[in-house]
């Protein structure tokens, strides 16, 4: 698939700036463009899916965002193949039943419902249950028993045809929602902003966040009043940019250092920050200094409010988080290189240099810290965040790996 | 003195000799501290340098040097203002039908409203005046002008000697037991006492690293960083939205501070506080070291009640960054202010021990320290 392939690797390229929506367009494509068999199509596309998930991972693994967009079309296919399915036993059940007047006809029919019964549940892929798991047959190799083990077989064949087209075109429509539901997400947060913002407020952020400046314009738009004090978020400042946008929309914005945090938040009602990524375990990967933030919110007893869309939510448990999920960048952002090349002389007696620069991207915030996330789906609990994962994503896909097939 | 009160405030700038301009988006909740305009001062300032008479010269330059912020830390500003006033009473004569100690007292009193006016007082500062007008006080009448004068320069100097330079020895001798081989040592800002344990240590032969943790507007860390670097220091640089990922590494940390308080409350620069709370919820022992002159009767519980406010301007800026650039002409906007605070208060549960001149003791006992030594036999 040369076309397919030419889109991966252009999209590489660009995956500094990679968000969940592009992501979704892309593997849309590549599933679009995906020829599928006749016969196990769930797992061809799934293949496809994971072949270019793989690469996209593999290019950013910080940029949890990517892995949760392929984790959440790979379960988009399952789910769809799981219905058609269940569909289509329907199907065969009822056409069983109202064929009651031959005998042979019916037997026949029967055995058949029933062996097709058990073959179409291997073959969609479901988590194996213990039946499955100690008939030991293979998955793929079910399916073209069922073609061949009786009459209909063109009805079969037909039937599967115009089956695996379905999937296809019920899977790109489930993946067009979920581009809807990414695009759409600051909305279905920012409608919340009432329930959690009264009258003469005083609210705590650091560095900008989409999510967060609408969810404070949409409570401004329902004539609440607050007051913001924005952390300018060193290295990159971009609580500068935030406090612009705040008071171009009138709200009253107070700019303070990082440094000043701790200070200032003895003054403070509520601290809401958007977030990077969200683990299983209901642990934040944010910009840096929220950790910062969270401590002294706990330490005085102000809420600290999570916002973020469904497709930040990662399957995965944070372990060691700080190395294995951030990023260090340049230390020309801290230290100027002109003016502190001369340090760069002094060498201890191995010669490696006696100045070092940290200057990490990520911040991990755990779980106790955080007193309540604000989804598109509504707000919960860090505790309950585990029980989202079950709805979006499979078991199987924690890992992105096409498996090695023999004698593929 | 309450800045929010218009008519002492009017009062005020009739008296100074400073004029300063109000600034323009003034925070709500810091309205009872001085906001000024700082651009405009230092120029106007340098021109009337001869036209003076009230003042004396020496003392015109140090508050020009605190204003353009030449000379910052409490040490320094303590002790350059304590050499001005040196030079001051020298060249100091009574007028007639007058007392040297009433008139001197005043004319002092003068000096340091002006200094006020450059920059406000810090409490070491604060503390060494309360000792120079009691030691003024306690001159016999009997006593000869020029005999005065000699014995208030020698117990200035003195004062200096002791309170300040040996003091700082003595806690450097202390602090250095607390450094073992292999520490990672972690460091705010910039303070003179920790700058000169780390610096002894490093002499005496023990092998740690420093980690120099930075903030903005005033990047102390960096002339630190170049100080401690020149000495042969291995040293890790970050800022201060880092600590909780350098956290892990670091074994000691070692703060100055500015005045300790005596409910134990650290008064001390802007992020001392957020240091020692990520300090503190890591396990990690946090070390203050703070001259014993510096310790105050006063309490405080926040960061609000009392303060020093910095010029907003250095935040809107980021020098080196031209592109963040968001914030120009911030000033034309009702809506937004910009909060540059100079101190904040650090809780004493965060403290483990702080290191004075009197020993290694915990933040529970300054208050014993400030009664026991304080007043009449601080000052021998």
């Known amino acids: 698939m040369p076309d397919t392939q030419a889109l991966v690797m252009t999209f590489l390229t660009s995956l500094k700036n990679a968000t969940a929506r592009q992501t979704a367009e892309l593997l849309r494509s590549v599933i679009s463009q995906q020829r599928v068999p006749y016969t196990n199509q769930a797992g061809a596309l799934i293949d496809a899916v994971k072949a270019v998930g793989e690469q996209l991972i593999a290019a950013n693994p910080v940029e949890l965002a990517v892995g949760n967009i392929v984790r959440r ?35 026949g029919n029967t055995t058949l419902s029933a062996a097709a019964v058990a073959a179409a549940a291997r073959s969609t892929l479901r988590p194996p249950s213990l039946q499955t798991l100690l008939e030991d047959t293979p998955v793929s190799a079910a399916v073209p028993q069922t073609s061949s083990s009786g009459g209909d077989s063109e009805g079969k064949t037909a039937d599967k045809s115009s089956r695996s087209r379905k999937l296809k075109h019920d899977v790109i429509e489930a993946v067009n ?26 609210i705590l952020t650091l560095g900008s966040s989409r999510t967060v ?115 260090l960048r340049s230390p020309s952002e801290l230290l100027d290189f002109g003016e ?23 911040d991990y915030v755990p779980p106790k810290l955080v007193s309540l996330f604000i989804t598109d789906a509504g707000g919960h609990n860090p505790s309950y965040m585990y029980r989202l994962i079950a709805d979006y994503y499979s078991a199987d896909d924690l890992v992105v790996q096409r498996r090695a097939i023999a004698g593929n | ?185 972690l460091t705010y800002g910039s303070s003179s006492a920790v700058e000169m344990i780390l610096q002894h240590a490093h002499e005496l032969g023990k092998q740690f690293r420093v980690v120099i943790v930075d903030s903005r507007p005033k990047h102390e860390g960096k002339l630190l960083l170049r100080r401690l670097v020149r000495k042969g220091l291995s040293c890790t640089y970050t800022h201060i939205n880092a600590i909780s990922y350098i956290m892990h590494e670091v074994t000691r940390v070692f703060l100055g501070a500015s005045s300790v308080l005596s409910n134990g409350t650290v008064y001390s620069r802007v992020g001392t506080a957020c240091v020692a709370m990520v300090a503190y919820g890591f396990h990690i022992p946090v070390l203050v070291c703070c001259e014993a002159y510096k310790f105050h009767e006063r309490v405080q519980l926040d960061s609000i009640c009392s303060n020093e406010l910095g010029d907003p301007d250095s935040i809107s800026k980021v020098p080196g960054r031209e592109d963040i650039n968001h914030l120009d002409g911030w000033d034309k906007s009702e809506n937004l202010q910009l909060l540059n605070l100079i101190y904040d208060a650090t809780p004493s549960d965060y403290v483990s021990l702080i290191i004075t001149d009197y020993g290694m003791i915990p933040p529970t006992s300054v208050p014993v320290i400030v009664r026991e030594y304080g007043r009449g036999q601080l000052w021998i």
């Open chain 1, 73 to 107: 079309v790979l379960h988009i296919i399952r789910e769809e193949d799981l219905s058609l399915t269940t569909a289509a036993i329907g199907e065969l059940n009822l056409s069983a039943v109202s064929d009651d007047e031959n005998d042979d006809d019916r037997d």
């Open chain 2, 1 to 185: 003195m309450q800045y929010d009160d218009k008519s002492r405030v009017q009062k005020l700038k009739k008296r100074s000799v400073v004029k300063p301009t109000e600034a323009r988006n003034r925070v709500e909740l810091f309205r009872h501290l001085p906001q000024y305009e700082h651009g405009t001062q230092l120029p106007v300032l340098q021109s009337k340098f001869f036209q003076l008479d009230t003042l004396h010269p020496a003392v015109y330059k140090v508050g020009l040097q605190y204003l353009s912020g030449d000379i910052c830390g409490g040490n320094a500003r303590c002790i350059a203002m304590l050499q001005a006033f040196q030079e001051a009473i020298r060249d100091y004569s009574t007028p007639p039908a007058k007392t040297l100690s009433r008139d001197l007292t005043a004319k002092i009193s003068s000096y340091v409203s002006f200094l006020i006016d450059c920059r406000p007082l810090s409490v070491s500062m604060g503390n060494a005046i309360r000792f120079l007008k009691s030691q003024i006080a306690k001159i016999p009448i009997s006593l000869s002008e020029s005999e005065a004068k000699a014995t208030l320069h020698s117990d200035i100097e003195r004062f200096i000697n002791e309170k300040i330079i040996l003091a700082d020895r003595v806690i450097v001798k202390h602090a250095v037991t607390k450094i073992r081989d292999g520490d990672v040592l």
């Open chain 1, 177 to 202: 929602e979920l581009i809807q539901d990414i695009v759409t997400c600051h909305e279905q947060i920012a409608e919340q902003a009432v329930e959690h913002i009264h009258q003469n407020e005083v």
């Open chain 1, 213 to 327: 400046s609408e969810f404070l314009f949409a409570a401004k738009e329902k004539k609440r009043s607050f007051r913001v004090f924005v952390a300018e978020g060193a290295p990159r400042y971009q609580g500068h940019l935030l406090a612009k946008e705040l008071v171009a929309r009138g709200l009253q914005t107070t700019l303070i250092t990082d440094s000043a945090v701790f200070a200032m938040i003895s003054r403070v009602n509520m601290v809401i920050v958007g977030a990077h990524a969200v683990m299983a375990n209901g642990g934040v990967i944010a910009p840096v200094g929220m950790n910062l933030v969270a401590l002294a919110a706990q330490k005085h007893a102000v809420p600290f409010v999570v916002l973020a869309g469904s497709h930040k939510l990662c399957p995965l448990y944070p372990h060691n988080p700080e190395v294995l999920l951030n990023e």
């Open chain 1, 340 to 362: 502190f090349s001369d340090c760069m002389d002094f060498g201890s007696g191995s010669g490696s240099p006696l100045l070092h620069v940290v200057n990490p991207a990520f």
